[in-house]
């Protein structure tokens, strides 16, 4: 049994510098009718067996799998974001379509070769090697 947990939300429209004096530093629009960048995220609880209900609740199952995938409407820097919280919704929701259905083991080497292409891009130097 799947559930999913979806959360949504909008960037601020304005943050003043922490340095200046404001009364209200952080202003923030309306989801309709703001330019700001929304943003989306879910969690998407996947049981063998067993129920999945309220929340996070899981009863009796075997396994549980749990996929986790956020978006913005971020554009780029040198354009404006998106403002239609839709189709960030649709993103995250096609991430996790496209996953629901592989094992623990094909979505775990999938993160490893992921992580791996960005730990080992660097090396470090600790003055012990020459």
């Known amino acids: 049994m799947d559930k999913r947990i979806t959360l949504q939300g909008l960037a601020p429209e304005h943050v003043d510098p922490s340095y200046y004096d404001q009364k209200h530093p952080v202003i923030y629009g309306e989801m309709e009718t703001s330019p700001a960048m929304p943003f989306a995220a879910c969690l998407q609880i996947i049981a063998d067996g067993g129920t999945v209900t309220a929340g996070l609740i899981v009863r009796e199952a075997n396994a549980v799998t749990l996929l986790f995938s956020a ?4 554009k780029g820097f040198d354009q404006m974001p998106g403002t239609n919280i839709n189709e960030v919704i649709e993103r995250v929701y096609g991430t996790l379509d496209a996953l629901k259905n592989s094992s623990y083991a094909e979505l775990q080497e ?3 070769i992921d992580y791996q292409s960005l730990f080992n891009r660097g090396t470090r130097y600790t003055g012990s090697d020459r």
């Open 71 to 74: 978006s913005t409407s971020f």
């Open 110 to 112: 999938r993160h490893i």
